[in-house]
Nanobody, 124 residues
């Protein structure tokens, strides 16, 4: 089993920044991919960003390109999501997900493990 624990959520004003962290523990793997998803209030879960543990080209949803940056620290088995220029529409519960296969994907069902989520609130 792999455990994922997100942290770093909170309340921020529009235009502000937050950095989310996702620490992996348990039966961790040396390859695969990590993703961030979010579920805005009353809406479906949506893809945000993904990256492979090997450090390949990250992939982003159009809505966050140029504002969010995903990165990973292989030694710490931690993935980060730096969120800048936050907008009220970025408010959501953010989830970290891990995939055993080493290709990034925007399909939530393709991820094998999920964290509990961390709330991000953006005030206008």
């Amino acid at each position: 089993q792999v455990q994922l624990v997100e942290s770093g959520g909170g309340l921020v004003q529009a235009g502000g920044s937050l950095r989310l962290s996702c620490a992996a523990s348990g039966r961790t793997f040396n390859s695969g991919a990590m993703g961030w998803f979010r579920r805005p209030p009353g809406l479906e879960r949506e893809f945000v960003a993904a990256i492979t543990w090997s450090g390949g080209t990250p992939y982003y949803a159009d809505s966050v390109k140029g504002r969010f940056t995903i990165s990973r620290d292989f030694a710490k088995k931690t993935v980060y999501l730096q969120m800048n220029s936050l907008k009220p529409e970025d408010a959501a519960v953010y989830y970290c997900a891990a995939r055993i296969e080493r290709r990034v994907t925007v399909v939530a069902a393709s991820y094998d493990y999920w964290g509990q989520g961390t709330q991000v609130t953006v005030s206008s």
